[in-house]
């Protein structure tokens, strides 16, 4: 697996992706995907195969303290491969090295795979938003501390 920090290169490929892992109504546009890569304050990070075939896609932003992990989308092909948590992992480590103390996500209720992800990886939802992505598709609202709050965290649980 390769990671690399996403271009406008990418773009088809992102949507490509966007196609394969999301109903039509919730697929991020292109004019949206090329703001994420073009904004400077956002990490958008591409995971690719030996053969340079996108896999993945992440991106993540940080506000003062608080990191937001925006979107995941893996390949259907690539799921269970540890697309995910690689890129999951390194946008943690990024929003730890620009001095944020936690990260937030949101994710869709009935999407246990992406649930049972990011409890592997420290998070716990804090509270349900009902209908977040439309009517009867709620999303868990999950939190992660990092860094010094990660160790007091660990201690509390």
Known sequence: MIIT????????????LEQNGFDPAEQWSHALW????????HLVLTNSDADGQLQGVATFTVAEDMADLQRVVVHPRAR???????????GLEWAEALGANRMLLEVRTDNLAAVALYRRLGFDQISCRRDYYGPGRDAYVMLRPLGEDEDVWALSR
């Open 5 to 16: 920090h996403a271009s406008a290169a990418d773009l088809d490929g992102i949507l490509a």
């Open 34 to 41: 090329a703001d994420e890569i073009a904004a400077p304050d």
């Open 80 to 90: 269970g491969r540890g697309v995910g948590s690689s890129l999951v992992r390194a």
